[in-house]
């Protein structure tokens, strides 16, 4: 889907909309959903006019006209044989009504998070900063969606040499185990002048990848201040939030929220939610002088 240039930012979600609606219109009724469910349930591919009024117990036009509304959005498919009409429900429709249906909530999903933030901290954008190490994407994921959500700021560091998917698994594995920093790019992160720090890594060998190890030796600044940390795994993180809240705590920095995540959660966005909650808990809120002027944090969005 092509950007529009009318929304900021765009979606994608003000093309379909108008197509969406007509959908949601055919589906919206107790006896076309009915309808939609005995098609797709039936394995006859013989079900007519007539079975369907029967089996709905409403009159056979009244069975057309709701067939006519769910042919013209593109849920059901007509063929005729002889003197009979049988009706079959199109999948691919339904496909193309949970992509759009997804999208929309992605996009709804972002403003409900940053209402959530604004709500909760009386601030548009949290002056907050995400440093994270993706080394297959899901993580940076995790890190573009904690932006989307709260405004902050985002350092992804980088292995100064690449891993390929052998030394990954052989060189960074036993880095990981053995709680190596691998050089990085930046080597200093300055996170002097952020209100709450957000760390999140792979687990590698149920330990942080060895760039995190890495990326917490170069913060610059952070003694003193909160975080929330987070891992992405395949469902065993091991000791990886324990050590990186020890190597945290070993600069000084109070880790206050520790969330492990899988691509699966991901999917369904309830845990990324949570982790969202909990950094939106976590923040410091900012306290009012005698003018009732925010004194600390506050950072344009
Ligand atoms: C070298 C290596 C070791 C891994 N070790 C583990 C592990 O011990 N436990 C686990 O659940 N997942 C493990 N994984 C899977 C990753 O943690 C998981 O896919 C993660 O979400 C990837 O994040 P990324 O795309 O940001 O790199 C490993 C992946 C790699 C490449």
Redesign the pocket.
């Known amino acids: 889907m092509d950007d529009c240039n009318k929304c900021d930012p765009c979606t994608g979600l003000c093309e379909i909309v108008p197509e969406m609606a007509g959908m949601f219109k055919a589906l919206g009724d107790p006896n076309r959903l009915r309808i939609v469910h005995l098609l797709a349930t039936d394995t006859t591919g013989t079900m007519g006019v007539s079975d369907l009024a029967e089996k709905l117990g409403i009159s056979q036009p009244a069975a057309s006209q709701h067939l006519r509304t769910l042919k013209s959005e593109g849920f059901v498919i007509s063929r005729r044989e002889g003197f009979r009409v049988y009706f079959s429900f199109n999948r691919d429709r339904l496909v193309q009504f949970q992509d759009y249906f997804d999208l929309m909530c992605s996009a709804v999903m972002d403003r409900c998070d940053r209402e959530l933030v604004r709500k909760t901290t009386r601030q548009t954008a949290l002056n907050a900063c995400v440093v994270f190490?993706?080394?297959?994407?899901?993580?940076?994921e995790v890190a573009d969606r904690i932006r989307n959500a709260c405004g902050c700021d985002l350092v992804e560091v980088k292995t100064v040499t690449e891993y390929s998917a052998f030394t990954?698994?052989t060189t960074?594995?036993l880095h990981?185990r053995r709680g190596i920093c691998d050089p990085i790019t930046p080597d200093e992160i300055d996170v002097s002048r952020y209100d709450l720090l957000v760390i999140g890594t792979?687990?590698?060998?149920?330990k942080p990848?060895p760039a995190i190890n890495a990326a917490v030796r170069a913060l610059k600044g952070c003694e003193g201040k909160r975080a929330v940390v987070f891992v992405?795994?395949?469902?065993?993180?091991?000791e990886a939030l324990p050590l990186l809240e020890a190597a945290l705590a070993a600069r000084g920095v109070e880790v206050v929220a520790a969330v492990s995540l899988?691509?699966e959660d991901m999917a369904t966005r309830k845990a990324e939610n949570d982790l969202i909650e909990r950094i939106v808990e976590a923040y410091p809120l900012p306290v009012e002088d005698g003018q009732n002027r925010k004194i600390g944090s506050t950072k344009a969005t």
């Open positions: 190490y993706s080394y297959t994407g899901v993580t940076r990954a698994y960074g594995v990981s792979p687990v590698w060998a149920w990848a992405t795994n395949r469902g065993q993180p091991g899988t691509k």
